[in-house]
């Protein structure tokens, strides 16, 4: 039995079989519906409306999570099945939406090395007396020129003696590196040779087009990761991918069905043609990089977290599936370990970590943060679980850094007034990654928590469902004028864990290595989101160590950049493989110092306060003794 | 509009466009009909009787072709077009059929040194302490082994995790010569190791799977090449395919389906699976080789019929279409040039040509019959398009060697009666290539024809439509007891035609080549049918030189047999290459000592008779000079 689902405000309508929830069916309609908890029923975030129909009755976790707004239909959507014609309104909160990515990042100039060339040729057309075939006078020509014992890939084979006679015998060919023609024009084509950088994000998906003939970016722009339907984090993704091949597929081609669209708008903004995309460098962490080409990821998910493939690696983008020149080679840059991916070594390359005189830390704060410390004599390397609290997710009033996000709080630490700073300066929706950090760092300055994170009964704060709660926009000032702002008990342990894991990685990273922490000499933060962080707020909560703020700096994308960087050089790729097989990798899931620096990194900013003793000198937070246990 | 069209006696349906010929409505619907001129309305192969039903009016073409049958509703299919629901009969004799093949060819010994390595891998499990990559594991392992530098298959390495988990750890890598890893399966599967040899001929296609630990043949088959429903001569098919890249696919894909309908039976009489055949080679005449493959082959039809691919060529199978492993390598032989094609490599490696130590005339004898001249200091080579006629086509009663089909023709020089053979002994139902042969040979000896090919005023021959003609088997004796089986005027010239394109074939090479014709010391005919031709009636009509018979030799299929011997030996490929970069190629087109070779062997056996001394001195035909005029 199967029953029309119809999506408002879009209108979208799709046949769905009895019994499939409004998530799943929001999924085969295309409709952005936010997933985080990968259909749990415990994240709350994909709240929908039943405006007409029948679906399953309510759940418990339902019950639980919808509270206000029970009386008006309100459902979660992973929550709620078909159960005959449904017409569902999906409110501007439940979306995914468009959210400010930043896609540029820090990238240092480099002499141009491509791996491909184009090279322009004038052959003799056969005749009675010298028939010779056409890859004959093509590889003989070439060979004549230098680029000898190539091969002639099978599409570029089929089509050969149509454009040799159409060019009238004045051809263009593209060389890769790896010896092979991968594709003949006719004509002198020269001037055009592009080439695609992408950053697979877990959340957002980054796309450059480099022209090859300069270096220069020619276009840049990016989405959300289409996969995130499948689940915001890592993990969820992964176990949805796990499932059996068919699963697997889906993950994958959502991915590539985001990159072909920003090659897409790419190619038409630009005015080229896709086929003049030769090659693409691909980047991303190690699920992200086995989930767009298609490697099972089931030993990923399970101790001890082998990747499947760690070395770089290259294929045709007719097998990967990515809509360049179908012929063309994508590039993959080598996987460290673990979740410490291909865009490590991305970051590691375009911040030239590894050619540091002084110690300096890097971190690429996302979902999954990547914790790289070292200078020229060596780098260890860490990936730890930061939880997407960063990106609004399992926060209350959290949401991502679209429009109207608070990104900015200050509080005034003698009347407790709070000010603050909206994305677009629209009317306060809900709280973003920026705006937590802030919000808890001058709630410790201004004594709202103590250094365990407690909510102390001050001023704004009250006793909320699930324990006390800090009201920092009240609801008058709102988008919807429905609900206060708040902050949460819940939302400041969520806080408390991502920038825990994050300190704590790098605190093992110290103590494993054997190194000085006292010696850091930088802090150097990428990621998507890197940017809009207040550096002083990430120091005094404790997320990163405490060093004098000229010497912290956010770098954005890096982990674009370094793909770009390896687009434009083969050098560049060498030295990622070198990198990769330098780095000393920890898997903090087997180290015990890992979860003794996170029970220490659990306080604000820390329990060995010595550590930090500028922020200790301006916290006004009672110093409280608490023994956190990880969860 | 689109209307019904019913084929008897199968019953298969289709709906058809209006306006669609008959001929194009059997190959939509897969109904099985000859069509030796393509479509052209001038073989009349393509007999049907319209049933019931509205097709267009008969064509002058039509009423040309058929006589005695007009009457009963009978048309060309080529010439009838769909104007309302149709129901059509196909006579038996409008069928393709099964035609008795040559699969087999001699084949000489040869050490095994396959492409293809089986390599079994006990691998240890990655740990939290040693968690690096499965791919690492798989290299490391190999490099250890002596494997250094590979690369891995991107099937293969989507499947990486898997396997190893699934396997428990054991797994068997397959690596190729190109230093590929391109299977990994579960367990040790050494033991199974197939390779796929394929012989794509103009009229059939010939498969052997052959067991690559050992070398022995597990499965040998041969079908009629599914191209042939888009014309029986390769000039027909490459002009079907020149119309455009829809075209070329639609020839691309019948062969393909023809040879993975091989691959299904023999895996399965076999007992194998498709993905434990890792590695095929394939040969071809040029058109075949390139038509396989998908390449462009307008340039190949037209002067100066350069060949778009030349040199040895390796492609996934995925990219193939072939239905072995994906991943596994097609190894295509090189070709030579013109229409002499990867087949002709074929079967001087299997005939040892290049190793002679005197002078050897080869040829491979189909609807082009590729020559080869020379011995083991050079060869000389040219391809000379003989026609269909040896197959039946183009003979007033010609047929394939099929079951009726008179093979063997005596007769009595003295009474002229007529004794002759059919396949199978069954009623005769039309005449094949070697039973024309040797009536033809039989009735110059006879005095039944001078030695321009004339048919004389004797006992058995009669006025006909198109001339004089020869009653070879009276209606009374035939399977349909309705029609005399006859050897017209015109069936003559065709045979005078075919052996007169590759006796002046040799001819030309021995002038070109600067060989004395009299140091001759074998010949060696290959070729699907070339097993039935009678040797004495060959030379005795010039088809070859006159040597003794026992330095006549017949080895069949050869080219199945050279794709075999480089399946099963890298070496036998590098041989290949060598052997195609030495050949001496002559163009006949551009030749005027063919044109007069031509002309000479226009004659029966020649018109210069010192050429055939024994033969001058059996015959009672009379001797007379006309001036022929290559058509």
Known sequence: ????????????????????????????????????????????????????????PPTEQEKKRITGERDKNYRLACQAYVKGEVTVRVPDQSRVGKQRLVIMGKEPMIELKCNVEKIFLELEPPTLNDPSADDERLLGKLSEMGYRGLKIDAHVARELPRVFREGGWKVTAVVTGRGEVTALEKG????????????????KLAAFIVDLNDGSIVYADGIMNPQIRFGEDVITRINYASQGIEKLEEVRSAVLEGVNQLIGSGT????????????????GNTAMHHLIFGIDVKSLGLAPYAAGMGRA?????????????????????????????????????ASKLHEKERLTLLMDVGTNTEVMLGDKNGIWACSTASGPAFEGAHIRCGMRAASGAIEKVWIDDEDLRVSYKTIDDK???GI????????????????????????????????????????LVGKEE???????????????????????????????????????????SEVVIAGAFGNYIDPRSAR???????????????????????????????????????????IKYIELAAKPIFEEEYVNAMYIPNSRLEEFPETAGVIKAPRVVRRYVRR
């Open 1 to 56: 039995m199967s029953f029309e689902v119809r999506f408002l405000p879009e209108g979208k309508r799709c046949r769905i079989r009895e019994g499939t929830s409004l998530m799943s069916a929001a999924q085969l309609c295309g409709v952005d519906l936010a997933a985080i908890c990968g259909g749990k029923g415990y994240c709350g975030k994909c709240l929908i409306e039943i405006v007409d129909g029948k679906v399953s």
């Open 540 to 582: 005094t909560i404790g997320m990163i160590p405490e060093i004098p703020l000229d010497r912290i700096s956010f770098t954005g994308n890096t982990a674009g950049s370094g793909a770009r960087l390896c687009l434009k050089s083969v050098e560049m790729r060498t030295e990622a493989q070198l990198v990769a097989s330098k």
């Open 268 to 283: 038409a903004s630009v005015e080229i043609d896709r086929n003049e995309i030769y090659e693409a460098v691909v980047v």
């Open 478 to 520: 709102t988008e919807t004028g429905k609900e206060d702002l708040v902050i949460t008990q819940d939302d400041i342990r969520e806080i408390q864990k991502a920038k825990a894991a994050i300190y704590a990685g790098y605190m093992t990273l110290v103590r494993e290595g054997g190194f000085d922490r006292n010696s850091l």
């Open 313 to 349: 690696f290259d294929a045709k983008a007719r097998d990967v599936g990515i809509g360049i020149n179908r012929s063309g080679n994508v590039h993959f840059l080598p996987n460290v370990a673990g979740f410490v991916g291909a865009d490590a070594i991305a970051d590691i390359l």
């Open 432 to 471: 973003c990654g920026s705006g937590m950090i802030d919000a808890v760092a001058e709630m410790l300055k201004a004594g709202l928590i103590d250094t365990s994170g407690r909510i102390l009964e001050r001023g704004g704060v009250r006793d909320g469902e699930g324990g006390k709660e800090f009201v």
């Open 188 to 203: 002198d084509t020269t001037a055009k040779k592009y080439g695609l950088a992408v950053d697979v994000g877990t959340t």
């Open 427 to 429: 009317k306060p929706r």
